[in-house]
């Protein structure tokens, strides 16, 4: 009886410690996804005359447009205007380029050269153009001519945005700020997307800013001199503003630049200048 109860105990000991010998082998699992959807925006444009030229026709396919003049029964000075929209049918903001084909002598293309006109996805730019004349004479009889409008629709660049300016230290050679200025009324510069504006409400004196990018990588130092001798560092480029120069100037930042510093540093009041102020690209 004794025997019978160890064997079985044997064989229960045996059972588990094959379980458990199974478990090292293989063991649970499970898994999960994680999805991310990528769309690109669509970009088109297309033309439409909305009744802005009666007896304009435009295409099937509104990638073009006709229009034909009235006919000229007068020598006096005249013109055919001729307006019609381009519709940014994307989901990409545009900018417009429009050009014409040349006409002679005395017609000319109404508001030619056109500036670039930024169209935002899913609205309307109107194109205001035609052609006009001087005092036509007998050599005009008869004649007869087109113009061709082209609009280029591209891709609008991506707006650079700045952060605020970053004052650097005030001491005796700089004991102002950008801020101070701005609030005296006195020499600052603005960054708009890739415009640096420097600029003045008053014209005299006249005083200089410098200026550098990305750190001053590479070196941007012009000289080992200044012209404020109580500055030691060097001289970079710089704008002067006032007096017999301009009230504002402008400089264009670079692609790839990424920080911008300037101080007032010579001519002007010795109280208005101010140390190096930091401008950042935000992301």
């Known amino acids: 009886m004794t025997l019978r109860k160890v064997a079985a105990l044997v064989a229960a000991l045996a059972l588990t410690v094959g379980l458990f010998g199974a478990g090292i082998s293989a063991s649970f699992s499970d898994s999960v996804t994680a999805d991310e959807n990528i769309n690109v925006g669509t970009f088109g444009c297309i033309l439409s005359n909305d009744n802005h030229t009666p007896g304009a026709v435009v295409a099937t396919d509104r990638q073009s447009i006709t229009y034909t003049a009235p006919t000229i029964n007068s020598s006096a000075p005249g013109s055919a205007p001729f307006y019609f929209d381009v519709w940014n049918n994307g989901t990409i903001d545009q900018v417009l380029m429009v050009t014409n084909t040349a006409v002679g002598s005395p017609f000319s293309v109404i508001n030619a050269p056109f500036a670039a006109m930024p169209i935002a996805a899913n609205a309307l730019a109107a194109v205001h153009t035609g052609v006009q004349w001087g005092e036509l004479t007998n050599d005009n009889l008869g004649a007869s001519g087109a113009v061709t409008w082209t609009v280029a629709c591209n891709e609008a ?21 950008m801020a101070a200025n701005e609030a005296a009324g006195w020499p600052i510069v603005t960054i708009s ?19 550098r990018f990305n750190d001053n990588t590479p070196d941007q130092k012009t000289s080992t001199t200044n012209y404020n001798a109580s500055v030691t560092d060097g001289l970079w480029p710089y704008k002067c503003i006032g007096s017999s120069y301009a009230s504002t100037k402008t400089v264009t930042i670079p692609a790839g630049v990424t920080t911008f510093e300037v101080r007032e540093t010579f001519g002007g009041e010795t109280d208005e200048r101010f140390s190096w102020t930091r401008f950042n690209l935000l992301p």
Request: with cysteine; glycine share 4%.
């Open 157 to 177: 660049p991506a707006v650079r945005h700045w952060s605020a300016g970053i004052a650097g230290p005030v001491d005796a050679v700089f004991p102002s700020t």
């Open 193 to 211: 997307d890739s415009t640096i504006t420097f600029q003045s409400v008053r014209q005299l004196p006249a005083m200089c800013m410098e200026y």
